[in-house]
């Protein structure tokens, strides 16, 4: 188990899980699911700066109108059909 105030302003790496459906798209671990907390990747600071650079833009784009990727999947399978 991760708690919260372990990864908040950290960035981590997550591996070998499985996208599934439960109400809601999730991430299921796996027996080799492994996860780093600030990895050593280099220029690791300069993206988590540039994904902090992007905060507001994503506050802003919250008020467009946006459909998720599961809500997707129903025009696709209908547009498909025709």
């Known amino acids: 188990m991760i708690k919260t105030e372990d990864i908040i302003g950290k960035a981590f790496a ?3 899980t499985v996208v599934t459906y439960f109400n809601k798209l999730q991430l299921e671990s796996t027996t080799s699911t492994t996860i780093d907390i ?3 990747i280099p220029d690791l600071q300069t993206y988590m700066n540039r ?3 992007l905060v507001p833009l994503a506050e802003q784009r919250a008020s467009l109108n946006h459909i998720t990727i599961a809500e997707l999947c129903p025009l696709n ?3 498909m059909r025709k």
Do not use: D, K, S, V
């Open 38 to 40: 600030n990895p050593p």
């Open 77 to 79: 399978l209908y547009r």
């Open 51 to 53: 994904f902090q650079e």
């Open 14 to 16: 997550i591996t070998a």
